[in-house]
């Protein structure tokens, strides 16, 4: 199967929620925001973004906005049942969907190709693999 015509399908804890995602992400990243944080109960939050008309999906969401560090608005969609969250939108970046990688079936989505919030990772927190670092 070509690269172009992958499809990933992910899903929540229930089963309620759906999406399948169709070729490749544009980037997937790591994030050590304190949302990030608190959103995955981790030390830091890992997704994968793609242009909106790769992505559809199925089942109810429910929804939350809050505003990120950079002061723009962030929406996470989540299964109103098991509360997983499902995907992020960005007001500064519409025409995308951020899917937390965690939600595939299959983990075959490429490295991150960068980290961001670096000032806030933990610090036993180590990466062996090459990428851009932002504090």
Request: charged share 20%.
């Amino acid at each position: 199967m070509e690269q172009s015509h992958k499809i990933r399908i992910a899903d929540c804890s229930c089963g309620q929620v759906s999406l399948v995602c169709r070729g490749e992400p544009t980037r997937t990243a790591i994030c050590h925001c304190f949302e990030c944080q608190k959103r995955t109960g981790s030390v830091f939050g890992v997704q994968a973004r793609f242009h909106k008309e790769q992505v559809s999906f199925s089942g109810d969401m429910v929804e939350y906005t809050r505003l990120s560090d950079s002061g723009s608005e962030v929406t996470y969609s989540f299964c109103p049942r098991c509360s997983t969250t499902m995907l992020l939108k960005l007001h500064a970046a519409t025409d995308y969907i951020v899917i937390p990688v965690g939600v595939f079936n299959e983990q075959d989505l490429p490295t991150p190709s960068f980290s961001i919030y670096e000032e806030r990772k933990t610090g036993w927190v180590k990466f062996d693999c090459q990428m851009e670092h932002y504090l």
